[in-house]
C-alpha cells in the first residue's frame, strides 16, 4: 500500500529508524532474481534506480517498475523477485528497520511505495556521501550514515511532492518564503491568495496539498515554533513574545501557545530562569 509524500515524511519524522548497510549493486540483463522467493526480506530498503530496468514483484502481486528518476520505500518481510529488463539494472540500496517494532507506524514504513526522484547531480552527491559515511568506521560515521541517510530520504520525498505539484510548487514555494520573511505581520488567507493572483478556496487547496496544511494554520505553527524558542531563552515576557510573533492580545496568544504546545507559554523555559545567574 502506497502513502503520499506527506503521510510518508510524517511517519520518517516520527518513527525512529536503525540504518543498515548501504550497497550499489548491478544486476545482469534478462535475468530473474528469487532470492527473495523462498526467504522474505528481513529489512525495510530505499532503492534507487541508477541505471536499465527492473520489475520488483512483491509476494506474486505487487509489481513496480524501476529505472532512473524511480525510487522504492519499504518492503521488510515481503517475498520478492526482480526481473531484470534488457540492458541490466543497477541501483542503490539502503537497508532500514523502523524501530521500535511495535510502534504504530512502524509497520506503516514497512509497506511499499514508489516515489520519483529527480536524478540530478544532487542525487549522484547524496549517493556518493552516503557511501563514504558506511564506509566509515565508529560512532561518528554511524552517526554521518544515519544523517546522509535522512538527506537522501528528504530529496526523494521532496522530488515526490514537486512531480505532484509541478505546476503550483513555485507559487506555493514563494508562499512560504513570504510566511517566514513576515509572519510578525498581519496576514491572512485573502491577503496570501491575492498576493499569488488566485482565489482564496484555490489557494488554500493548493497549498494544503503540497505542504499538507492550510496556509493560515501553517502561519500558526511557524509563529509558536518561533515563539518557543524566544520562550526557552528565558530572557523575555510572555507578551514581549507575543508582539514579536505577530499577536498584540497576550491572552489570545496563550491560549494559542497552548493549544499547539500542550502548556502554556509561561511554563515555557521556566528551569531556565530559575536558574540563570544572577
Known sequence: MAYDYEELAQQFASVPLQVYGVYRTELAADRVYRGHVDQPTTKCALVVALKGQAVFLFD???R???QPGKALL?????QLEIQVGGEGFEYCLVHYVPAPQDHEDGGRLKDVSMLHVAYDPELLQLLEQLQQA???????GLLEKKTAFYRLLGKVLQSERHR???DSYPVIDEAVAYIQAHYLEPITLDSLAERCEMKAKYFSYLFHKYVGIGPIDYLIQYRMNRAYELLMTG???VSDVAGSVGYSDAYYFSRLFKKHK????SKVGLY???NRPS
Not at 262 to 265: D, F, I
Open 60 to 62: 506474486g502481486a505487487e
Open 64 to 66: 513496480y517498475e524501476l
Open 74 to 78: 519499504g518492503g521488510a518481510r515481503r
Open 134 to 140: 558506511a564506509d566509515s568506521p565508529g560512532g561518528i
Open 164 to 166: 505532484q505539484n509541478k
Open 235 to 237: 530572557q523575555f515576557s
Open 262 to 265: 500542550g502548556l502554556p507559554p
Open 272 to 274: 531556565r530562569r530559575r
